[in-house]
T-cell receptor, first 111, second 112 residues
Framework: ETGVTQTPRHLVMGMTNKKSLKCEQH?????MYWYKQSAKKPLELMFV???????ENNSVPSRFSPECPNSSHLFLHLHTLQPEDSALYLC??????????FGPGTRLTVL | KQEVTQIPAALSVPEGENLVLNCSFT??????LQWFRQDPGKGLTSLLL?????REQTSGRLNASLDKSSGRSTLYIAASQPGDSATYLC???????????FGGGTRVLVKP
């Protein structure tokens, strides 16, 4: 499989659940990103990882916990979310902070 | 703080008409800019990337220009087709740092 993949594509969870989003890139890139896209709001950068090290945390609440075990994989661990966290979560990757390539996203609904 | 504005927010044109999508930014210290396409409920597809030293990029029916002095970028889509219907987003990579800042997008509908 090529490009950037994300699983699951859809997720419904309660406020007390713990779940994880997964992103995988097959492009040989060295930077990976998590974005949040809410209805009627611009895309918001959440986290940036470069060479598996977090280089940016854009004031994201601690109920979102990223993990980057290697340059090809990125996770977003979720716990005790709020209904307002319902959104499309997008993963992207790039080589040396150049052109970014996005995955299809995970549509998250928090009940 | 870098702000990115896209006007109009929505645009409807008949098939065959040329599309002109505008993007303006407040901070001229940009590393590059990128235009994306997003279909409903889907991820983003990269269309064009313009480095700060370039003035335009072309790919098929698409042409994107960059004018740093006026803080503007324009995406032209020639001879629009119904398949061009989507939301188009512009985003800027800052010179200092690694943050890609997005505009709110322009939702385009091309009517057959």
């Amino acid at each position: 499989e090529t490009g950037v993949t994300q699983t699951p594509r859809h997720l419904v969870m309660g406020m007390t659940n713990k779940k994880s989003l997964k992103c995988e890139q097959h492009l040989g890139h060295n930077a990976m990103y998590w974005y949040k896209q809410s209805a009627k709001k611009p895309l918001e950068l959440m986290f940036v990882y470069s060479l598996e090290e977090r280089v940016e945390n854009n004031s994201v609440p601690s109920r979102f916990s990223p993990e980057c075990p290697n340059s090809s994989h990125l996770f977003l661990h979720l716990h005790t979310l709020q209904p307002e966290d319902s959104a499309l979560y997008l993963c992207a990757s790039s080589l040396n902070y150049n052109e970014q390539f996005f995955g299809p996203g995970t549509r998250l609904t928090v009940l | 703080k870098q702000e990115v504005t896209q006007i109009p927010a929505a645009l409807s044109v008949p098939e065959g008409e040329n599309l002109v999508l505008n993007c303006s930014f407040t901070d001229s210290a940009i590393y590059n800019l990128q235009w994306f396409r997003q279909d409903p409920g889907k991820g983003l597809t990269s269309l064009l990337l313009i480095q700060s030293s370039q003035r335009e990029q072309t790919s098929g029916r698409l042409n994107a220009s960059l004018d740093k002095s006026s803080g503007r970028s324009t995406l032209y889509i020639a001879a629009s087709q119904p398949g061009d219907s989507a939301t188009y987003l512009c985003a800027f990579f800052k010179a200092a740092g690694n943050k890609l800042t997005f505009g709110g997008g322009t939702r385009v509908l091309v009517k057959p």
